[in-house]
Structures are given as structure tokens and as C-alpha cells.
């Protein structure tokens, strides 16, 4: 680096320094209920202010909901787990209505990639605890709901003690594990718990042990395989459908506080954001069989999730180890072989669609992970092809290497191994890039975007 | 000529995921051979394994019935209020697997 970069470079540092003090300045000014506090139990009202009675007149005036369902609201508590694409509709929603108590739970800090669904954090508070975040935007909209912001990762040891404080909790969580949790301790504690999930252009809502109906477990006693499961960063959402399925998870919540009308228990609301439909069907009843929920259950305590489910309670990528030193190169090795011209078949391995949004700076082959199984021989003698034609001599000798590369190094990985396999009697050497197109981003080119 | 002689139709449909695993199409018209006993569920899950399902079947069926995480939907309701595995299928019945989802 040149005196004038790392002039730079110590500028945007110090930029980074003042908006981090700033956030840590504003996640202190927070007003937030010491957990102690919580176990007292609040005195109800029974009787509205004047300012709520300005506030709430558009829904006061409502037949069937009237001061008697405001009152309800106020005394109810409500757990929101996740603060992220349905969490952040779902508290907005609770909070303008008037929840008495708000607890918001996440684990994670606010990123860039969170801002086009999670729609309460802002771009300054990148880096900030997503739960403090999603009670500031609250706060703003309606001080007078008691927030709770836990920063922390729910599990087996704090559940019951967190859920002990609520009347109503709502899964807006990315993962099988903690939904497997949430259902336990809500039903070893009583609660009831409305699920929300979205993926892609699809969502779904039910509420789980909630008027003799079923839990999640009566539905699911097993989990689904890991490799069954996708999750938002790996399939991609659109960001308004958690933002139907969170507003619906908020009004599910404020019809079980008021009684009125009739909530999702036993049924299933599928969203299919493309065809435009919202399609409720009829689920089986509670199961008495059901190891939590049914009448001899053997689940008494809360167990070990992520053991239970073969899956990690957070929808954070992991990282794949499968090849050997001598069958990767890293970003940099990879940018020399660019440089020096050294000749070598480059196979993308990504979904076709995501090519336009970057590419190596190379001619490449996009042969998507995906199809790679369905098609080994168009796959071999496009291969083959390419590798003729670079290679020196005439023989059948390939001297050039298959080099696979994909958005994050997992895929490219199990691209190596397909692919030699295909390739095995032609001695060609195949390899991949290590930590794929993230790590070129972050060792080659800073401008090469991310996502 | 195949013993095609009548015809079960069904609207046979894949949400949530479970679509990739045919080729990413979501609703499928189906006209099963006709059969001396009655289609049950059981044989329509057979028969969409060897005719429909394009990749990685596992993910699909496990033993004799769908993989956990599959709900399957038999004309807007759980299949498991119809009978489950036994169910008889009937002319134009809209068979629904859907794969439940995570995310959030």
C-alpha cells in the first residue's frame, strides 16, 4: 500500500470508530427491564388513558374488540424469537397495537444483506444486536410498550425461564433446531406458539398448542434431513413475504390475547406469493402418541436440539472440509494462474442465475452443482472438449486443470469429487478454489461484490 | 398397448422445496394406469418416485412413505384424517406434498 491508501484506509477506520461508538452509545441510552424485574408480575389495568384512547380509537371503536380488547392487549406479554424477516413485521405490528410487553430474542448483529427484509433495522445500525435494534424502531413508534431486547442465543438452559415471563410466543426463527425448542418449552410451559416461515416466494403460518390442538412435534415427530433443508441465504426470499407471514404471526398474537375470532390452530396457511394465493388446509388433531404434547409424553425437559436434529441452531453457512490441501488453491494461487496466463478450464458451479450478478475474470463453464448428477455425460464431453482445445498435445493427454469455483468453496468442493469421478480414466487433475468467490473478494479484488 | 383403458386424474401438486426435486414444476396432472384393486397413496408415491421425481429420490420417499418434513394433503386436509398410507384415491382428488419450511 502506498502512503495515500493507508491514509485512506486509517480514515475509513476512524469513520467505523465514531459509528461504533455511536451504536454502543445508543444500545445503553435503552431503556430495557433488568430480567429480575420481569418474574414480578406486572398489575393489570383495567382501564385506559386518555392518550391510549386517542392512540387506539381506530380499532377501540371496533365491534368485538372495543376497550375491552385494548385492555387485553395491554396485558399481554409477547415473545418474539427472531428479529429478522418475520420478526421485525411482527413486532412493529404488536407494538402500534399496544402489546404491554414486548421481548424481542436474537443472537445475531444487524448486516447489509438483513436491510431488504428486516425492515426495522437501518443502515447505521449495521453491527448493532438485532433485538436492541428492533426495540428501538419500536420504541419510536410506541414508548409505551415495555421492550425487552435479549441478545442471546435461545437454548435449552435459558427457554423455560425467558418463555416463564410471556402469555403468547411467536417463532420467527430461521432454523429447524430452535423450532423443535420453542415447541417443547411451549408446551412444557403452557404458551401458546404461533410459527411463522417464509422461503423464497413461499410462506407458511399455524399456531401451535393452542386450543387442544396440535404441536409442532405431533406434525413432525422426526426432523427433516440437514440436506432437505434450506435456508434463506443459501435459497434466497423475497423480502416482502416474511413481511405478510410476520404481519399475520402479530395478528394471530392479538386475536389469541382478545378472543376474537378463530386462530390457526389444527390448520396450515401456505402463501404462494407467485400464484397470488393463500390456500388454509385442515391438519390431523393433537397426537396422543406425541413424545411432548401427548398423554404419556417422555419429553419432560428440554433436550439437546442440535443434537436432535443433526443441524446447528442458526442459519450461519459452515464451512466444508472435504478435499485435500493438494486438490484446492486458494484466491490469491488462483489470481496468479489468472495473471501468468497459465491455461486451465474454469467451471462456475453456481445456479445459472446468480452468474449475473459477478464473475471471475475469466472465461468460464457454468455447470450448476444442482445438475451435475442428471447430466454426467453432456458434462464429460463438454469437458473433454474444452480441455483438447487447450491442451498442448495431440494425444489423449490433458495437461490443463478443472478448476471449480462457487459463491462460498462448499459446493465447488463436492463439485471436485463429482467430477473426478466422471473424469477418472482421463487423468485430468481437478480442483477448486478454497473459500470460492467470498475469498477472492476478500484476498484479490475489495470491489468484487459479495452476497 | 398398455392397459390404459380408464383413467384416475389427480392434481398432484409440490410446494415448499419439494418441487426442486422434479425439476422445479409445481403442478403436475396426472393420469394413472388403470389397475384391478383401487390406487391407494402408497402406490401413487411409488409411481411419482419412478415417473416425476428427478433428482436425489431420497429426499422424496424414506421406506415405504414420505420423508420427515413432508406433509402430505389430500384435498385441503392432512392426509393422516384420510388414512394415511391406505388412502383410496378418487377421480380429480388434489394430492399436495408440501415440504415445511425454515426459514424466517
Redesign the interface.
Known amino acids: 500500500m502506498n502512503e495515500e491508501q493507508l491514509r485512506n484506509e486509517l480514515q475509513n477506520k476512524e469513520k467505523e470508530i465514531q459509528r461504533l461508538k455511536k451504536l454502543l452509545d445508543e444500545s445503553a441510552k435503552l431503556l430495557t427491564v433488568p430480567e429480575n424485574d420481569l418474574q414480578k408480575q406486572k398489575e393489570k389495568s383495567e382501564t385506559l388513558s386518555k392518550e391510549d384512547i386517542s392512540r387506539y380509537s381506530r380499532q377501540l371503536i371496533l365491534h368485538d374488540f372495543g376497550v375491552k380488547g385494548q385492555i387485553a392487549v395491554k396485558n399481554t406479554n409477547v415473545l418474539i424469537v427472531?428479529a429478522?424477516?418475520?420478526?421485525c413485521p411482527a413486532a412493529i405490528y404488536l407494538a402500534a397495537a399496544g402489546i404491554g410487553r414486548l421481548g424481542v430474542i436474537d443472537y445475531d448483529e444487524v448486516e447489509l444483506s438483513n436491510l431488504h427484509r428486516q425492515i426495522l433495522h437501518t443502515v447505521d445500525r449495521v453491527g448493532l444486536s438485532k433485538s436492541v435494534s428492533v426495540v428501538h424502531s419500536c420504541c419510536r413508534l410506541n414508548p409505551s410498550t415495555e421492550y425487552v431486547p435479549y441478545h442471546l442465543q435461545l437454548d435449552s438452559s435459558n427457554a423455560l425461564r425467558i418463555i416463564e415471563s410471556y402469555d403468547i410466543i411467536l417463532?420467527?426463527?430461521?432454523?429447524?433446531a430452535t423450532?423443535y425448542l420453542l415447541n417443547d418449552a411451549c408446551v412444557l410451559a403452557g404458551k401458546p406458539l404461533v410459527s411463522?416461515?417464509?422461503?423464497?416466494f413461499?410462506?407458511?403460518l399455524t399456531v401451535y398448542h393452542h386450543d387442544g390442538g396440535p404441536c409442532y412435534r405431533c406434525?413432525?415427530?422426526?426432523?427433516?434431513?440437514s440436506?432437505?433443508?434450506?435456508?434463506?441465504s443459501e435459497?434466497g426470499?423475497l423480502g416482502v413475504v416474511?413481511g405478510i407471514i410476520g404481519s399475520l404471526q402479530a395478528l394471530e398474537a392479538i386475536k389469541i390475547a382478545t378472543g376474537i375470532g378463530t386462530s390457526f390452530s389444527q390448520k396450515?396457511l401456505?402463501f404462494?406469493a407467485l400464484d397470488g394465493t393463500f390456500?388454509?388446509?385442515?391438519?390431523?388433531p393433537r397426537c396422543k402418541s406425541c413424545l411432548v404434547c401427548g398423554e404419556n409424553p417422555t419429553i419432560s425437559q428440554l433436550i439437546d436440539y442440535e443434537q436432535f436434529c443433526g443441524a446447528k441452531a442458526t442459519?450461519k453457512d459452515h464451512k466444508l472440509h472435504i478435499l485435500e490441501r493438494s486438490q484446492r488453491i486458494s484466491a490469491k494461487e488462483y489470481s496468479e494462474m489468472v495473471n501468468n496466463k497459465k491455461p486451465h478450464v474454469l467451471v462456475d458451479v453456481r445456479p445459472a442465475i446468480e452468474l449475473d450478478i459477478c464473475q471471475l475474470p475469466h472465461p468460464m463453464i457454468n455447470i450448476p452443482f444442482?445438475s451435475l448428477?442428471?447430466n454426467i455425460t453432456e458434462v464429460k464431453d463438454q469437458l473433454l472438449l474444452k480441455l483438447k482445445e487447450l491442451s498442448s498435445d495431440d494425444f489423449h493427454n490433458y495437461t490443463v486443470p478443472v478448476v471449480c469455483v462457487c459463491r462460498r468453496g462448499n459446493d465447488s468442493q463436492l463439485a471436485v469429487q463429482q467430477l473426478m469421478k466422471i473424469l477418472a480414466d482421463d487423468k485430468v487433475k481437478v480442483i477448486d478454489i478454497k473459500g470460492g468467490l467470498h475469498s477472492w473478494s476478500k484476498h484479490v479484488d475489495s470491489n468484487f461484490p459479495i452476497y | 398397448m398398455p392397459n390404459l383403458a380408464s383413467f384416475i386424474t389427480n392434481n398432484s401438486m409440490l410446494g415448499g422445496g419439494a418441487e426442486l426435486l422434479c425439476g422445479n414444476v409445481k403442478k403436475h396432472n396426472i393420469t394413472l394406469p388403470k389397475q384391478d384393486e383401487k390406487w391407494l397413496i402408497k402406490d401413487l408415491l411409488i409411481w411419482i418416485q419412478k415417473n416425476i421425481i428427478k433428482e436425489r429420490p431420497e429426499l422424496f420417499l424414506q421406506g415405504n412413505t414420505v420423508r420427515p418434513g413432508i406433509l402430505v394433503l389430500i384435498n385441503d386436509a392432512d392426509w393422516e384424517l384420510m388414512g394415511e398410507l391406505d388412502y383410496e384415491l378418487e377421480d380429480n382428488d388434489r394430492i399436495i406434498f408440501i415440504s415445511t419450511l425454515h426459514g424466517g
Open positions: 427472531g429478522g424477516g418475520l420478526g417463532d420467527a426463527t430461521d432454523n429447524v423450532r411463522g416461515s417464509a422461503l423464497r413461499e410462506g407458511q406434525l413432525y415427530p422426526q426432523p427433516p434431513p440436506e432437505a433443508v434450506t435456508n434463506c435459497g426470499v416474511p396450515l401456505m404462494d390456500r388454509t388446509v385442515k391438519l390431523r442459519d444442482t448428477s442428471r
